[in-house]
């Protein structure tokens, strides 16, 4: 009886304790494309979080706790991700950073919402994230589609002074809804759509589309979607002595869609997150990330570095890990990042933040216009 008295005392101990360092414990979730096609926007954000929690928890944590990252590969598809979105519900973390494609988050974002989960995306852009309404506990350190699309469609017509444009899509969140956009504003601009089109991801080549944009007479392609396949109607093209303008988006503004495209990248236009590589705290940011993990950081790296930053010091600010504490934190205050001084809308967008346009000069991509 004794015996058995011992025992029981020391269990409840061990669990006690265990109990206890999860308590002390700030747990957040770092979903994303850990694998396949699109790990280059995944893991970026994911070693952002590591570099930024590792700082944290050197200083001594917030809250007096220790900050635990519990990353989740949804490989950017949409069924995964909700796999994804209720493990980490059960795995029971505070705050989620990602996902990074627009169709992850927007399959998870309803799980974290009911669980009263605040989430904040890196690169999701879908408009409809923040402005429907839908869900209150998304923020995002990128604008939206809408306004990316709009500089693609003014920078097509003013700069290049395009007159007929050929709208590609993947079919997907990001991509349709990204080509939406930059068709209607192209036709409030007097610019003829000739061709509006969606793709399949992850067939072996596009030589139909291709013949399609050639036959249209196209000045211009805009692509919505992501580098696999802007990389093979971009060599598809060329292979066929096209010189048809390509125009794309943050989904392709990344080196590895160079790195697949070879020459026939050069002189791709593209959009994304402005350059603030000449920020000192990006400067830092990126420094830290080639001390560490020897290599340039990738895409979205300071975004979700931004990201990170954000929801842990709107945690210490809000001095809880309460869900409506947390948002009314973020919204109140404002927060010096690698990105610059931002805060949030009501919508969760992010304030003080923007686009820019690059295009591929001798194998890299360069800022050319905002």
């Known amino acids: 009886m004794k015996r058995l008295l011992v025992v029981v005392v020391a269990l409840s101990v061990v669990l006690f304790s265990g109990a206890a360092f999860a308590a002390d414990t700030i747990k957040i979730g770092v979903p994303g494309a850990h694998s396949g096609d699109l790990a280059s926007y995944g893991l970026p954000s994911l070693n952002a979080a590591k570099l930024v929690v590792a700082d944290i928890n050197a200083k001594g944590g917030i809250l007096g706790k220790k900050v635990e990252i519990v990353p989740e590969d949804d490989v950017c598809k949409p069924e995964v991700a909700a796999n994804v979105g209720t493990k980490l519900v059960s795995e029971k973390v505070n705050v989620v950073m990602g996902h990074i494609c627009s169709g992850a988050t927007k399959a998870a974002l309803n799980i974290y919402k009911d669980a009263k989960i605040i989430t904040m995306s890196p690169s999701a852009t879908n408009v409809d994230l923040t ?11 990128i604008s939206p589609d809408d306004a990316q699309a709009n500089l693609q469609v003014v920078f097509a017509q003013k700069k290049l ?16 809804g990204l080509a939406e956009f930059a068709k209607a504003d192209f ?24 013949q399609k ?132 809308d009501a ?8 686009f820019a346009v690059y295009q591929v000069k001798n194998g890299k991509y360069v800022e050319i216009g905002k």
């Open 161 to 176: 002074k395009v007159k007929k444009v050929a709208v590609i899509h993947d079919k997907g969140d990001y991509g349709k």
């Open 131 to 141: 402005k429907s309404g839908e869900y209150p506990n998304f923020f995002r350190t």
């Open 187 to 210: 036709e409030k601009m007097g610019i003829k759509v000739v061709l509006f089109e969606g793709i399949t991801p992850g067939a072996v080549d596009y030589s139909a589309v291709v």
């Open 347 to 354: 919508k969760g967008d992010a304030k003080g933040i923007g």
């Open 213 to 344: 944009i050639k036959r249209s007479g196209a000045d211009a392609v805009v692509y919505g979607g992501y580098h696999p396949e802007a990389a093979k109607i971009v060599s598809g093209m060329r292979k066929k002595k096209m010189k048809t303008i390509f125009i794309s988006d943050d989904g392709v503004r990344d080196d590895t869609f160079i790195k697949v495209a070879g020459k026939y990248a050069e002189g791709v236009y593209a959009t994304g997150p402005i350059d603030t590589t000449k920020n000192p705290l990006a400067i830092a940011a990126i420094e830290q990330h080639k001390k560490v993990y020897g290599t340039e950081p990738g895409a979205f790296y300071l975004n979700a570095y931004a990201a990170t930053e954000c929801l842990l010091q709107g945690i210490e600010k809000a001095k809880s890990t309460d869900y409506a504490a947390i948002a009314k934190s973020l919204r109140s205050n404002w927060f010096q990042t690698p990105l610059g001084k931002i805060s949030f």
